[in-house]
C-alpha cells in the first residue's frame, strides 16, 4: 500500500540500483522526443505519486498541486513536495521544467537527486516565484545512475506560513524507455530450487520454433545425464510467450547443481533432493516470527541481521498498541491490542486476512503428520511450535473485540493501524505516529467467529484455557454478527489497507461451517451456505470456499452422504485447477478468467494448489498432488520472468521486497527479506508508481518487479507466507 510519506526528514535511505548493469542491449543514443519521467505532473485529478512532508499539507486544486507550507521549519528538507522513483543515468542531461506560484513572492529549492546517501546531485537550484504562475526550466548532467532519484521542491525554512502550487512538472533525459530493457534471463524455466525424486519434472522453455527440440540435463560435472525432446506447446496467453515442454521425469536421481540445456541456453541450476522443502518449510513459518508485534525479536533465533527491538509497546517514540483508542469519533474507549502480526510491509494489523493466516496455519498443523521445530522463543514449550506462532496471533484478534457494555460488544475491530503512512526503511519500534483501532465490521466479527472456533477445535488437546477462551468467543461474536449482520469496513483510507468487503454471506458461511466443526451443533450446520467453487477459491475476501475447507477436517461430523458430495466438490474444484495448470505453458493452478491477474497472484497459486493437495489426500488420486506440486515449480522460478518469489531460494530471487524493516535495498543499516519471504507477485493491475514506471504494457504474467517500492506487485503478507507455509509443508511431506 501506498508507502507515503514521510516524517519531516528524508528517511535516511541510499540505493546504488545499477540501471544498466542488468540491461541488454541498451540504446546508445536519447530518444527523440526526450523520454518524460515525471508521472503525474499535470494534476488533472489526482496527487499521486506526488507526496508532501507530514509538516506539510498537499492537495490538488483547480488542476494545479498546492502545498501549504509551514512557518518555523528549520531546513529547506523539512517542507517537501516530491516524487520518487525517478530512474537517472549517468553522464546524461536532464531538463526539469514546471509552472510555481506562491500567495506570496518566496523562494525556495528544487531538487533532483538521489532519494539517499551519498545524495548524487543533478539540479539543485534556488527558485524564486511570485504571486502569478511562472515557468522555470532547469538542465543538468546526472553524476549517478541509479533508479531512484527523487524530485523535491523543498521549502523548509520559512518564516512565514504560506501557499506553494506547482504545475506542469516535467523531467527528461537519459538513454533508457521508461522501464529499461527487461532481461529474464536463460528461456530454458525450471524450479529454481528444484525437484522431488517422486514428484514431476518439468520446464518450460521460450521459443518461437514449432518443431520438438533437444534437450539434456546436465550434473554440476556438465556430465550428461538424461536426453530428450521437447513437447511444442505455442503461444501462453498470459504471459505473451511462445513456449515448448520439456518433462525429465525420467531422471530421478538425487544430486545437486543439475541444468537444463536447450542448444546454447542453459537453465538455472537446480537441486533433486528428497528434503527437497525441508528448510524453505521452516523459513516459511519462521516469517511469522521475524513480523510479530510486541515482541523483541533476538538474534538467537534469527541471526544478528534480522534481530529488532519489540515493536509497539508503549516505549517512545512509539505511542504503542498498549492503550489504542478509537479513531476519533467513532467510540470512547481504548483497547489494549497489543501483539500480533504485522500484516506486510507496513505496520498496520487487519483482522480479516490476520484470521485467515492464523487459519492457515491451524490448517497446516492438522494437515501435518510431523512437527517442525522452529526457531521461536516458545521452541521448548511441550506444545507444536506451529500452534505456538498461530498463538500469538490469535492472543490479539482475541484483543480486537469490543468489550461487553460497550455499544457494538462482541463485535470485532476492523483493524489497527498508523494514522497516515509511514516513511519507508522504518524499524517497527521507530514509528512514531499515533495509531488507531478502526470500527467494528460484520467481517472481522465472523472471520474471529472462524477462527476461534478453529482454535477451540485444535487447541483443546494442547492448551485448554486458549481452546476455551476461543470458543466463547468465537460464539458471542457469532451472535454479534447476527444481529449486526451488515456492518461494512470502508474502502480507501489512509494509513493502512482497507481490507473492504460488501459482501460477507461468505463469513457467514464459513464461520458456521467452524464454530459446526467445534460444537457439532444442527443450527450452525444449518447456515452453511456456501461451497467451494473454482472461480472464487478463496481469499481474504472471499471465504465462501473454506466452509467445504472446514468440513473436510471433520468427516466424523457428516453422515457418509454428505461427506461423499463434499468430497466430489472438492474433486470438481481440484479438476479445474488441474486443467488450468496443464492448459498453460507456465504450469500454474491460477488462471484468471479475465486475463488479468489480481494484486497477491501468487497467494491464488497457492491457495488452489492447497485444494489441489486437499483433494490429493481425500480421493488419493496422484494427479492432484503431482499438480500441487508442480504449483510450487510457477513460485520458485519456472514462469515467465524466471523469477523464484522467495527470498534466499533459487538463483534469481526476490529480494528486494517492500517492508519497512526489511529495507536493505533503500537503506544498508537494515536487513534484506527473511528467508522464506514470498513476493505478492505478478500483478495487472499496476497500482504503484514504481510498477507504473516502470512495468506499463506487461503481459499479466510479467506484471512483476523485485523493487522495493512496488508495494503492489513485491509486497510480502502474512496471508501470502500462511499460504506458502501450508503448501511447502505438504511439499516436504509427500
Ligand atoms: O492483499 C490485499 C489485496 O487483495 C488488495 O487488492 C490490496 C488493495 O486493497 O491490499 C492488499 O493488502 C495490503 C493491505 O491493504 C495493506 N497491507 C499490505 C497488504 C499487502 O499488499
Not at 468487503?501 to 464454530?515: G, I, N, P, R
Not at 466430489?568 to 486443467?579: E, F, G, M, N, Q
Request: proline share 7%.
Amino acid at each position: 500500500m501506498p508507502s507515503a510519506r514521510r516524517s519531516a526528514l528524508i528517511a535516511g535511505s541510499a540505493a546504488l540500483t545499477v540501471l544498466a548493469a542488468t540491461l541488454i542491449g541498451t540504446p546508445a543514443t536519447a530518444a527523440d522526443p526526450p523520454y518524460e519521467r515525471i508521472l503525474n505532473g499535470t494534476f488533472d485529478t489526482e496527487r499521486e505519486p506526488w507526496w508532501s512532508s507530514s509538516t506539510t499539507p498537499s492537495a490538488v486544486t483547480d488542476g494545479r498541486l498546492c502545498a501549504q507550507i509551514p512557518a518555523g521549519t528549520a531546513n529547506p528538507w523539512d517542507s517537501m513536495i516530491g516524487q520518487d522513483d525517478v530512474p537517472l543515468e549517468q553522464g546524461q542531461p536532464y531538463t526539469l521544467k514546471f509552472d510555481a506560484s506562491a500567495s506570496k513572492p518566496i523562494q525556495f529549492k528544487a531538487v533532483l537527486q538521489q532519494q539517499g546517501p551519498p545524495y548524487g546531485t543533478v539540479i539543485g537550484q534556488t527558485v524564486t516565484a511570485g504571486t502569478t504562475m511562472q515557468s522555470f526550466s532547469f538542465t543538468n548532467n546526472s553524476p549517478v545512475t541509479d533508479t531512484h532519484g527523487q524530485m523535491s521542491f523543498q521549502a523548509g525554512g520559512a518564516a512565514e506560513a504560506y501557499t506553494l502550487c506547482l504545475d506542469n512538472i516535467s523531467i527528461t533525459g537519459g538513454i533508457l524507455p521508461p522501464g529499461g530493457i527487461r532481461d529474464f534471463g536463460s528461456p530454458v524455466r525450471v524450479n529454481q530450487l528444484g525437484y522431488l525424486p517422486g514428484g514431476p519434472h518439468r520446464a518450460t522453455y521460450v521459443t518461437t520454433a514449432t518443431t520438438p527440440l533437444d534437450w539434456k540435463l546436465v550434473d554440476s560435472g556438465n556430465k550428461t545425464v538424461a536426453v530428450g525432446k521437447t513437447t511444442p506447446y505455442g503461444p501462453d496467453a498470459l504471459s505473451g510467450d511462445s513456449v515448448q515442454l520439456i518433462d525429465f521425469g525420467s531422471f530421478r536421481t538425487t544430486g545437486t547443481g543439475f541444468r537444463l540445456v536447450v542448444g546454447e541456453d542453459v537453465s538455472e541450476p537446480f537441486d533433486i533432493a528428497k528434503n527437497l522443502y525441508s528448510a524453505l518449510r521452516q523459513d516459511s513459518l519462521e516469517y511469522f516470527y521475524n513480523n510479530r508485534s510486541g515482541i523483541p525479536i533476538e538474534a538467537k533465533y534469527v541471526g544478528d541481521a534480522w534481530a529488532r527491538a519489540a515493536g509497539h509497546v508503549g516505549v517512545a517514540p512509539n505511542k504503542g498498541d498498549t492503550s489504542v483508542p478509537c479513531v476519533p469519533g467513532s467510540c470512547d474507549y481504548s483497547l489494549d491490542v497489543r501483539g500480533g502480526w504485522y500484516d506486510a510491509g507496513d505496520h498496520g494489523k487487519y483482522v480479516v486476512n490476520g484470521a485467515l493466516a492464523a487459519w492457515q496455519l491451524l490448517d497446516l498443523y492438522e494437515e501435518s503428520d510431523r512437527n517442525v521445530s522452529l526457531k521461536i522463543p516458545e521452541n521448548a514449550n511441550r506444545v507444536p511450535d506451529v500452534l505456538d506462532e498461530a498463538k500469538w496471533q490469535i492472543d490479539f484478534l482475541l484483543r480486537m473485540q469490543v468489550p461487553a457494555g460497550q455499544p457494538l460488544a462482541g463485535m470485532v475491530h476492523h483493524k489497527i493501524h498508523d494514522e497516515a503512512w509511514t516513511g519507508m526503511a522504518l524499524a517497527p519500534a521507530a514509528d512514531p505516529q499515533q495509531r488507531y483501532l478502526y470500527p467494528p465490521s460484520t467481517a472481522a466479527t465472523l472471520n474471529l467467529a472462524a477462527i476461534g472456533a478453529r482454535c477451540a477445535r485444535v487447541y483443546a488437546r494442547w492448551d485448554h484455557a486458549l481452546a476455551a477462551r476461543c470458543l466463547s468467543a468465537a460464539q458471542t461474536a457469532w451472535k454479534a454478527a447476527e444481529l449486526h449482520p451488515a456492518i461494512y469496513a470502508p474502502t480507501g483510507g489512509v494509513g493502512g489497507g482497507a481490507y473492504d468487503d460488501v459482501k460477507v454471506t461468505d463469513e457467514f458461511s464459513w464461520a458456521a461451517a467452524e464454530l459446526f466443526a467445534a460444537t457439532g451443533k444442527a443450527s450452525y450446520k444449518r447456515r452453511i451456505s456456501t461451497v467451494l467453487k473454482a472461480a472464487d477459491g478463496f481469499s481474504w475476501q472471499e471465504t465462501g470456499g473454506l466452509a467445504d475447507l472446514a468440513l473436510a477436517r471433520v468427516p466424523w461430523r457428516l453422515p457418509a452422504v454428505e461427506r461423499i458430495h463434499l468430497i466430489r466438490r472438492i474433486a470438481t474444484v481440484a479438476d479445474s485447477y488441474l486443467a488450468d495448470l496443464r492448459s498453460q505453458g507456465y504450469a500454474n493452478p491460477y488462471k484468471p478468467a479475465n486475463g488479468h491477474y489480481v494484486w497477491g497472484s501468487n497467494s491464488g497459486t497457492a491457495n488452489n494448489a492447497m485444494i489441489l493437495a486437499i483433494a490429493a489426500d481425500l480421493t488419493g488420486r496422484p494427479s492432484y498432488r503431482s499438480a500441487a506440486l508442480e504449483s510450487l515449480d510457477y513460485l520458485l522460478g519456472r514462469n515467465a520472468i524466471n523469477q523464484s518469489y522467495v527470498t534466499g531460494y533459487g538463483e534469481r530471487d526476490s529480494h528486494n521486497q517492500h517492508h519497512r524493516f526489511w529495507s536493505h535495498s533503500l537503506n544498508p543499516a537494515y536487513p534484506s527479506p527473511y528467508p522464506g519471504s514470498l513476493a505478492g507477485g505478478a500483478n495487472s493491475g499496476l497500482q504503484d508508481p514504481v510498477a507504473q514506471r516502470n512495468l506499463v504494457g506487461c503481459a499479466p504474467a510479467k506484471c512483476y518487479i523485485d523493487e522495493i517500492g512496488s508495494y503492489s506487485t513485491n509486497e510480502v503478507a502474512v496471508n501470502w507466507n500462511s499460504a506458502l507455509a501450508w503448501l511447502t509443508t505438504y511439499a516436504d511431506e509427500v
